[in-house]
């Protein structure tokens, strides 16, 4: 069903302000970060105003009120992505999702089938961006494995023509993202996946860019882990979630109060998962306001969320290839693509073209996206990327077209 865009947008209040001498906000940088609406601002300041004590540790009514919300916003979010409210970890970051199995595995004991050796092989793909990248590079620096990825096409896509040796088997870990944030690629999961259950291979999804903007369930995805922040899907930062239902064969990797069973000045032992990777006071006003974030969105359905970035990328992929010199980077069309748009102008620098376009009230992202082996190999020192959601229509889409054009004789 169409989206009522206008109503949706009455309810960020974001929209309401103007930038730069007056103008109106045309924000297209959701791929960096998603504007909030106000029952998630609303949820995360009613938190503190009213239930804040620290989560799972006081008898008090304060203590049970926070507790209450803290594991409610964990049910909410297993809900949303298929799951089960055990297999959920709260973290701050995807970032630090990532990091925290990368860790882990390092603290692997010996013959886990996540412990890795100079034997094994960590796989990842050139379009990852650097917080799918660095941890696996650490990881194989620490542990003597290999790291081999599979190479980007011109046209955007993975190479799977050599899948059978790129995961190889001696590969332990494929480390990949669902949907590129530069490329708007969205990859070909059942191949990488059944390709990584012939070798026996633990398979980490970074799904950053796809939970957002389309319907997710992780069981049919098939996946040992998957990741995602909140503050890419109208919820607060600070908070990012860690799925798994294999957490409890993985050994910690921060330590200290709530993640433990039992301590004597010699030893400790573990609380079951997910509290052993939650060590410390969480974040607990954050997942509350994620939850808020996640109702709003099961409220406008993700299909139709889907279906309205569907039908508005197509629309802005033909009317952006109507400028000329304009060059997109990614798949020209909606096969397997998501709604990240990056190109290049002429000669352009992509982060003058980025000023001249906030001087008109145009929010974008340049550069390299925290994905510069991506860049290297397409060639380019940086692209303009504008990335929708479901508060953007058509008008803006024209707005950007248009300042584009402008931008093009202001630098002649």
Known sequence: MPLDVATI?????IF????RDGK?????????TSQKPEAVIQAEG?????????????????AEEATDAYEGARSKVANFIGAQAEEIVFTKSATESINLIAYAMSNAPTGSRFALTSKDRIVVTEMEHHANLIPWQQLASRSGAKLSWFEVLP???????????????DTKVVAITHQSNVLGTVNPLEAIVARAREVGAVVVLDACQSVPHMPIDVKKLGVDFLVFSGHKALGPTGIGVLWSNQLDDLPPFLFGGSMIENVTMESATWAPAP???EAGVPNMAQAVGLGAALDYLNAIGMENVFEHEMQLTKYFLEELQKVPTLKI????????RGSCISFTVGEIHPHDLGQYLDSQGIAVRTGHHCAWPLTRKLGVPATTRASLYLYNQ?????LLVKAIVDAQRYFA
Do not use: M, W
Request: proline share 3%.
């Open 155 to 169: 046209d955007g896509r993975l190479d799977l023509n050599s899948i059978n040796s790129v995961i190889s088997a």
């Open 46 to 62: 009613d938190f503190y105003r009213l239930h804040n004590a620290a989560v799972h540790r006081g008898a008090h009514q304060l």
């Open 275 to 277: 509290k052993r990777f």
């Open 329 to 336: 980077v990614g798949p020209l069309d909606l096969e397997n």
């Open 16 to 19: 309401r302000r103007t930038v």
């Open 24 to 32: 109106k906000l045309i924000y297209l940088d959701s791929g960096a």
């Open 394 to 398: 058509e008008s803006e889409c024209d």
């Open 9 to 13: 947008r009455q309810d960020f209040p």
